[in-house]
Protein backbone atom coordinates (compact mmCIF):
# COMPACT_ATOMS: atom_id res chain seq x y z
CA UNK A 1 0.00 0.00 0.00
CA UNK A 2 1.40 3.51 -0.77
CA UNK A 3 0.06 6.66 -2.02
CA UNK A 4 1.35 6.30 -5.91
CA UNK A 5 -1.57 6.36 -7.67
CA UNK A 6 -5.51 7.45 -6.64
CA UNK A 7 -6.38 3.99 -5.76
CA UNK A 8 -3.71 2.97 -4.01
CA UNK A 9 -4.11 6.17 -1.79
CA UNK A 10 -7.98 5.55 -1.23
CA UNK A 11 -6.85 1.90 -0.16
CA UNK A 12 -4.03 3.49 2.05
CA UNK A 13 -6.65 5.48 3.83
CA UNK A 14 -9.53 3.03 4.21
CA UNK A 15 -6.44 1.27 6.44
CA UNK A 16 -5.58 3.67 8.23
CA UNK A 17 -8.48 4.18 9.15
CA UNK A 18 -9.22 1.39 10.69
CA UNK A 19 -6.38 1.78 12.81
CA UNK A 20 -4.19 -1.40 11.27
CA UNK A 21 -0.27 0.10 11.70
CA UNK A 22 -1.41 4.13 10.83
CA UNK A 23 1.54 5.08 12.73
CA UNK A 24 4.12 2.94 11.24
CA UNK A 25 2.63 4.38 7.56
CA UNK A 26 2.96 8.15 9.34
CA UNK A 27 7.10 7.13 9.96
CA UNK A 28 7.42 6.12 6.35
CA UNK A 29 6.23 8.79 5.20
CA UNK A 30 8.75 11.51 7.18
CA UNK A 31 11.93 9.69 5.77
CA UNK A 32 14.46 12.41 4.72
CA UNK A 33 18.21 11.47 3.35
CA UNK A 34 19.97 9.85 3.11
CA UNK A 35 17.51 7.43 3.98
CA UNK A 36 16.00 8.50 0.89
CA UNK A 37 16.40 9.31 -2.41
CA UNK A 38 15.55 13.17 -3.08
CA UNK A 39 12.78 13.78 -5.22
CA UNK A 40 11.46 10.17 -6.05
CA UNK A 41 10.86 8.50 -2.62
CA UNK A 42 11.27 10.92 0.63
CA UNK A 43 8.84 12.08 2.75
CA UNK A 44 7.88 15.53 4.46
CA UNK A 45 8.32 16.18 8.36
CA UNK A 46 4.74 17.74 8.25
CA UNK A 47 3.40 13.99 7.60
CA UNK A 48 2.26 13.97 11.31
CA UNK A 49 -0.49 16.71 11.49
CA UNK A 50 -2.26 14.59 8.17
CA UNK A 51 -2.06 11.72 9.94
CA UNK A 52 -3.02 12.28 13.23
CA UNK A 53 -5.59 14.93 11.85
CA UNK A 54 -7.42 12.78 9.55
CA UNK A 55 -6.97 9.62 12.47
CA UNK A 56 -9.00 12.23 14.62
CA UNK A 57 -11.10 12.90 12.03
CA UNK A 58 -12.02 9.40 11.08
CA UNK A 59 -12.71 8.47 15.05
CA UNK A 60 -14.79 11.47 15.49
CA UNK A 61 -17.16 10.26 12.38
CA UNK A 62 -17.58 6.70 13.47
CA UNK A 63 -17.93 7.69 17.17
CA UNK A 64 -20.81 9.98 16.09
CA UNK A 65 -22.32 6.84 13.22
CA UNK A 66 -22.35 5.25 16.87
CA UNK A 67 -24.20 7.01 18.98
CA UNK A 68 -26.49 8.08 16.12
CA UNK A 69 -27.19 4.38 15.66
CA UNK A 70 -27.78 3.98 19.86
CA UNK A 71 -30.14 7.42 19.75
CA UNK A 72 -32.27 5.90 17.34
CA UNK A 73 -32.58 2.61 18.46
CA UNK A 74 -33.05 4.48 21.81
CA UNK A 75 -35.95 6.53 20.33
CA UNK A 76 -37.59 3.77 18.54
CA UNK A 77 -37.94 1.83 21.79
CA UNK A 78 -39.12 4.72 23.44
CA UNK A 79 -41.70 5.46 21.19
CA UNK A 80 -42.85 2.15 20.96
CA UNK A 81 -43.21 1.79 24.48
CA UNK A 82 -45.36 5.24 24.51
CA UNK A 83 -47.40 4.66 21.70
CA UNK A 84 -50.87 2.79 22.18
CA UNK A 85 -49.81 -0.24 19.75
CA UNK A 86 -47.29 -2.08 21.83
CA UNK A 87 -45.08 -4.72 20.42
CA UNK A 88 -47.08 -7.73 21.82
CA UNK A 89 -49.70 -5.85 19.76
CA UNK A 90 -48.17 -7.05 16.91
CA UNK A 91 -47.48 -10.69 18.01
CA UNK A 92 -51.42 -10.63 18.75
CA UNK A 93 -51.86 -9.31 15.41
CA UNK A 94 -49.11 -12.05 13.39
CA UNK A 95 -51.06 -14.73 15.25
CA UNK A 96 -54.39 -13.98 14.82
CA UNK A 97 -54.11 -13.79 11.01
CA UNK A 98 -52.40 -17.05 11.41
CA UNK A 99 -55.26 -18.71 12.20
CA UNK A 100 -57.39 -16.87 9.13
CA UNK A 101 -54.22 -17.58 6.90
CA UNK A 102 -52.97 -21.05 7.41
CA UNK A 103 -50.85 -21.82 4.27
CA UNK A 104 -49.43 -18.24 5.28
CA UNK A 105 -49.47 -16.34 2.16
CA UNK A 106 -49.65 -13.47 4.08
CA UNK A 107 -53.25 -13.10 2.29
CA UNK A 108 -56.76 -13.37 3.47
CA UNK A 109 -60.91 -12.81 2.12
CA UNK A 110 -61.96 -9.49 2.47
CA UNK A 111 -64.89 -11.05 3.82
CA UNK A 112 -62.88 -12.12 6.82
CA UNK A 113 -61.89 -8.74 7.81
CA UNK A 114 -64.93 -8.15 10.37
CA UNK A 115 -63.72 -11.38 11.92
CA UNK A 116 -60.14 -10.15 12.04
CA UNK A 117 -61.22 -7.34 13.96
CA UNK A 118 -63.45 -9.28 16.29
CA UNK A 119 -61.02 -11.74 17.06
CA UNK A 120 -58.08 -8.49 17.41
CA UNK A 121 -58.04 -7.07 21.10
CA UNK A 122 -57.32 -3.19 21.51
CA UNK A 123 -56.52 -1.18 20.32
CA UNK A 124 -55.76 -2.58 16.51
CA UNK A 125 -59.20 -4.47 16.91
CA UNK A 126 -62.70 -4.08 18.18
CA UNK A 127 -63.70 -4.17 22.14
CA UNK A 128 -66.86 -6.03 20.95
CA UNK A 129 -68.74 -7.29 18.04
CA UNK A 130 -70.76 -4.43 15.93
CA UNK A 131 -73.94 -4.83 13.52
CA UNK A 132 -73.20 -5.02 10.11
CA UNK A 133 -74.06 -0.90 9.77
CA UNK A 134 -71.79 0.55 12.87
CA UNK A 135 -68.94 -2.13 11.28
CA UNK A 136 -69.92 -0.86 8.08
CA UNK A 137 -69.35 2.57 9.31
CA UNK A 138 -66.07 1.28 11.32
CA UNK A 139 -64.49 0.43 8.49
CA UNK A 140 -65.01 3.75 7.25
CA UNK A 141 -61.32 4.43 9.15
CA UNK A 142 -59.54 1.77 7.99
CA UNK A 143 -57.94 2.49 4.24
CA UNK A 144 -57.01 -1.19 3.50
CA UNK A 145 -56.67 -1.54 -0.23
CA UNK A 146 -58.98 -4.70 -1.74
CA UNK A 147 -57.41 -6.78 -4.06
CA UNK A 148 -60.15 -7.72 -6.37
CA UNK A 149 -61.16 -9.75 -2.62
CA UNK A 150 -58.15 -10.39 -1.12
CA UNK A 151 -56.43 -7.95 1.44
CA UNK A 152 -52.05 -8.08 2.41
CA UNK A 153 -50.88 -8.78 5.42
CA UNK A 154 -48.40 -6.06 6.15
CA UNK A 155 -50.93 -3.17 4.19
CA UNK A 156 -53.59 -4.36 6.60
CA UNK A 157 -51.39 -4.00 9.71
CA UNK A 158 -50.09 -0.72 8.46
CA UNK A 159 -52.79 1.00 8.15
CA UNK A 160 -54.09 -0.44 11.15
CA UNK A 161 -51.54 1.32 13.08
CA UNK A 162 -52.41 4.58 11.39
CA UNK A 163 -55.64 4.55 12.38
CA UNK A 164 -55.16 3.58 15.85
CA UNK A 165 -52.46 6.67 15.66
CA UNK A 166 -55.02 8.85 14.24
CA UNK A 167 -52.72 9.52 11.56
CA UNK A 168 -54.13 10.87 8.15
CA UNK A 169 -54.28 9.26 5.11
CA UNK A 170 -55.16 11.51 2.04
CA UNK A 171 -56.60 9.42 -1.18
CA UNK A 172 -53.23 10.35 -3.28
CA UNK A 173 -51.01 9.13 -0.69
CA UNK A 174 -52.66 6.05 -0.08
CA UNK A 175 -51.53 5.33 -4.02
CA UNK A 176 -48.36 6.45 -3.37
CA UNK A 177 -48.55 4.18 -0.20
CA UNK A 178 -49.24 1.54 -2.70
CA UNK A 179 -46.41 2.18 -5.40
CA UNK A 180 -43.99 1.80 -2.94
CA UNK A 181 -45.54 -1.33 -1.31
CA UNK A 182 -45.33 -2.87 -5.09
CA UNK A 183 -42.05 -2.44 -5.66
CA UNK A 184 -40.32 -3.21 -2.09
CA UNK A 185 -43.07 -6.22 -1.27
CA UNK A 186 -43.12 -9.53 -3.79
CA UNK A 187 -46.39 -10.28 -2.04
CA UNK A 188 -48.18 -7.08 -3.18
CA UNK A 189 -46.52 -6.95 -6.60
CA UNK A 190 -48.15 -10.24 -7.71
CA UNK A 191 -51.93 -8.53 -6.38
CA UNK A 192 -53.93 -7.39 -8.75
CA UNK A 193 -55.03 -3.25 -8.47
CA UNK A 194 -58.86 -2.37 -8.36
CA UNK A 195 -59.49 0.93 -8.87
CA UNK A 196 -62.92 2.86 -8.29
CA UNK A 197 -64.33 6.36 -9.87
CA UNK A 198 -65.45 8.46 -7.00
CA UNK A 199 -67.37 11.66 -7.60
CA UNK A 200 -65.65 13.98 -9.42
CA UNK A 201 -63.95 11.82 -11.63
CA UNK A 202 -61.49 11.13 -9.27
CA UNK A 203 -60.12 7.40 -9.88
CA UNK A 204 -59.06 6.32 -6.17
CA UNK A 205 -57.64 2.34 -5.10
CA UNK A 206 -60.49 0.06 -4.68
CA UNK A 207 -60.62 -0.31 -0.53
CA UNK A 208 -62.58 -2.48 1.79
CA UNK A 209 -65.22 -0.51 2.65
CA UNK A 210 -66.22 0.06 -1.31
CA UNK A 211 -65.82 -3.82 -1.26
CA UNK A 212 -68.49 -4.03 2.06
CA UNK A 213 -70.53 -1.31 0.29
CA UNK A 214 -70.87 -3.25 -2.61
CA UNK A 215 -71.32 -6.82 -0.87
CA UNK A 216 -74.08 -4.91 1.15
CA UNK A 217 -75.82 -3.64 -1.69
CA UNK A 218 -75.88 -6.97 -3.45
CA UNK A 219 -77.50 -8.85 -0.09
CA UNK A 220 -79.88 -5.85 0.19
CA UNK A 221 -81.02 -6.45 -3.59
CA UNK A 222 -81.24 -9.96 -2.92
CA UNK A 223 -83.64 -9.89 0.32
CA UNK A 224 -85.78 -7.82 -1.55
CA UNK A 225 -86.51 -9.79 -4.22
CA UNK A 226 -86.19 -13.12 -2.22
CA UNK A 227 -89.25 -11.14 -0.32
CA UNK A 228 -91.32 -10.65 -3.22
CA UNK A 229 -90.73 -13.96 -4.50
CA UNK A 230 -91.87 -15.19 -0.84
CA UNK A 231 -95.02 -12.93 -1.16
CA UNK A 232 -95.95 -14.56 -4.57
CA UNK A 233 -95.86 -18.11 -3.64
CA UNK A 234 -97.77 -17.35 -0.45
CA UNK A 235 -100.20 -15.65 -2.54
CA UNK A 236 -100.60 -18.35 -5.05
CA UNK A 237 -100.68 -20.68 -2.35
CA UNK A 238 -103.36 -19.60 -0.74
CA UNK A 239 -105.30 -19.21 -3.82
CA UNK A 240 -104.89 -22.94 -4.55
CA UNK A 241 -105.83 -23.15 -1.01
CA UNK A 242 -109.15 -21.28 -1.95
CA UNK A 243 -109.49 -23.04 -5.44
CA UNK A 244 -109.56 -26.68 -3.85
CA UNK A 245 -112.19 -25.43 -1.28
CA UNK A 246 -114.43 -24.23 -4.05
CA UNK A 247 -114.07 -27.38 -6.27
CA UNK A 248 -114.86 -29.63 -3.22
CA UNK A 249 -118.10 -27.20 -2.40
CA UNK A 250 -119.52 -27.37 -6.26
CA UNK A 251 -119.47 -31.27 -5.97
CA UNK A 252 -120.80 -31.41 -2.73
CA UNK A 253 -123.29 -29.61 -3.96
CA UNK A 254 -123.70 -31.15 -7.22
CA UNK A 255 -124.27 -34.44 -5.04
CA UNK A 256 -127.30 -32.59 -2.85
CA UNK A 257 -130.96 -31.89 -4.02
CA UNK A 258 -130.65 -28.97 -6.10
CA UNK A 259 -132.90 -26.61 -4.06
CA UNK A 260 -132.63 -24.02 -2.80
CA UNK A 261 -131.05 -23.18 0.87
CA UNK A 262 -133.10 -21.31 3.28
CA UNK A 263 -132.29 -17.61 3.48
CA UNK A 264 -130.00 -17.33 0.23
CA UNK A 265 -130.63 -18.41 -3.12
CA UNK A 266 -129.16 -21.41 -5.23
CA UNK A 267 -126.53 -23.65 -4.20
CA UNK A 268 -123.96 -21.96 -6.62
CA UNK A 269 -124.53 -18.52 -5.28
CA UNK A 270 -123.87 -20.05 -1.82
CA UNK A 271 -121.12 -21.25 -2.59
CA UNK A 272 -119.34 -18.48 -4.34
CA UNK A 273 -120.45 -16.44 -1.07
CA UNK A 274 -118.55 -18.67 1.02
CA UNK A 275 -115.60 -19.37 -0.78
CA UNK A 276 -115.21 -15.37 -1.38
CA UNK A 277 -116.13 -14.75 2.99
CA UNK A 278 -113.12 -17.38 3.72
CA UNK A 279 -110.67 -16.38 1.25
CA UNK A 280 -111.30 -12.82 2.46
CA UNK A 281 -110.74 -13.85 5.97
CA UNK A 282 -107.26 -16.42 5.31
CA UNK A 283 -105.80 -13.03 3.60
CA UNK A 284 -106.48 -11.09 6.58
CA UNK A 285 -105.14 -13.84 9.08
CA UNK A 286 -102.00 -14.48 6.66
CA UNK A 287 -98.79 -12.77 9.13
CA UNK A 288 -97.01 -12.01 5.32
CA UNK A 289 -99.63 -9.70 3.93
Known sequence: ANFDNAGNALLMLVRISTGEDWNGVMHAAMVQPPDCTTDVNCGTMWAPLY?????????????????????????????VENSQVKMADFVHFQEVWARLDPDGQGIIRTGAFPALLTRLREPLGLQQSMKRFQMFRQLGKYAVPDHRGEIHFTETLILLCR????????????????????????GVRALPIARVTALGGHNTPQTIQHYFAATYLAAAYKRKKARQLLMQLV??????????????LERASSVSSPGSFPGSGTASSFVSKFSKSNSTRSLRKDPLL
Open 235 to 248: VQKKQQNLDERRAK
Open 51 to 79: FVAFNMLIALVFLNLFIAILLNNLSVITA
Open 163 to 186: AVLAVPLARKELAALLEVWRETLP
